[in-house]
């Protein structure tokens, strides 16, 4: 049979012996008589079955375990005064965990200084990222797994069924090997990249922007080729690289500079897809998820 739970009050009374070593003065600090934290004192003690005090007619002393104790029953009680403004700050939304999902383009524009501004005017809360595609994103917002998430997609077709903020709207632009002809060439021919190898996402993962892109081809009376598929776009620049192929990728992403690889802007952008990144969250706002939708919101007006 276990043993009754130590009530708090037990261990301020205890705190208060132990730091007065005096039964008279702890009783005026915790404004009662003597008598009943004689009495409580052996009932922790009892609960505890350790004496936590060596008593005579003229001093009081610690014993080792009641040295032992004093610390943690200090943390103890500093922490559950604590806990009101805890709880009062959670449902502000100023504390607590926000889990927040986001595709590898946002990484190259706005997250960084999202990410170190949002923590800045909110260091109550816990951020916890997680770098994720669409076909990841959206199952686990279902299951409660996230909190939000920023995602990739054409205009107009924001995810159904959930709650979404429009963050920021980008053409697309060429990712070119820097040997190809067209990486230099003053201008860039619309039906000649249309004849190119094609770097690109598989379909699942973001299926708005796959078939904007195969539209464009479809429009001019050409089939893709796809020569290589690839989910990041790190990875799908770092194959242009390596000259498999050409690759349609956010404007965004010209900040990811790697070696041998040129970005292009095709000419007149005519008919060239563009692209959407939203915040997406299931349900009503509350806590820590209001604060960030506020946030975002603010970020997205100003830019």
């Not at 610690?62 to 559950?80: E, K």
């Not at 100023?94 to 946002?106: E, I, N, P, Q, W």
């Not at 990222?129 to 997609?153: F, M, N, S, Y």
Request: with cysteine; charged share 20%.
């Amino acid at each position: 049979m276990s043993k009754p739970v130590v009530e708090l009050r037990l261990w301020r009374q205890f705190v208060a012996v132990a730091e007065t070593l005096h039964f008279g003065r702890a009783a005026v600090r915790l404004h009662m008589t003597q008598p009943p934290l004689t009495q409580a004192i052996a009932q922790l003690e009892s609960v505890l079955g350790v004496r936590l005090f060596d008593r005579t007619k003229r001093s009081v002393q610690l014993t080792d375990a009641g040295a032992a104790l004093l610390a943690p029953a200090r943390d103890l009680l500093s922490r559950a005064q604590a806990l009101p403004a805890t709880a009062r700050a959670a449902a502000s939304g100023d504390a607590g965990r926000l889990r927040l999902a986001f595709v590898s383009t946002v990484g190259y524009s706005f997250l960084p200084r999202w990410v170190r501004e949002f923590r800045a005017q909110h260091p109550g809360v816990h951020l916890e990222l997680l770098e994720a595609t669409a076909d990841v994103q959206l199952p686990a917002l279902e299951r409660g797994d996230l909190d939000a998430g920023l995602l990739l997609h054409s205009p107009g077709f924001a995810p159904a069924g959930f709650e979404h903020l429009r963050i920021s709207r980008e053409p697309l632009v060429l990712a070119l090997p820097e040997p190809h002809p067209l990486a230099s060439a003053r201008s860039v021919s619309l039906p000649r990249v249309l004849a190119e190898p094609l770097v690109m996402f598989p379909r699942r993962i973001l299926p708005s922007l796959h078939d904007a892109v195969f539209g464009l081809y479809h429009a001019a009376g050409r089939e893709p080729q796809v020569a290589q598929e690839a989910i990041q776009m790190q990875t799908i620049v770092n194959l242009v690289s390596a000259g498999l192929g050409i690759a349609w990728v956010p404007q965004s992403v010209r900040e990811f500079q790697r070696q041998g690889v040129v970005y292009r802007s095709p000419p007149g952008r005519a008919g060239v897809p563009q692209c959407e990144t939203t915040l997406a969250w299931r349900g009503a706002a509350a806590g820590p998820l209001a604060r960030f939708v506020e946030f975002a919101r603010r970020q997205a007006s100003a830019h």
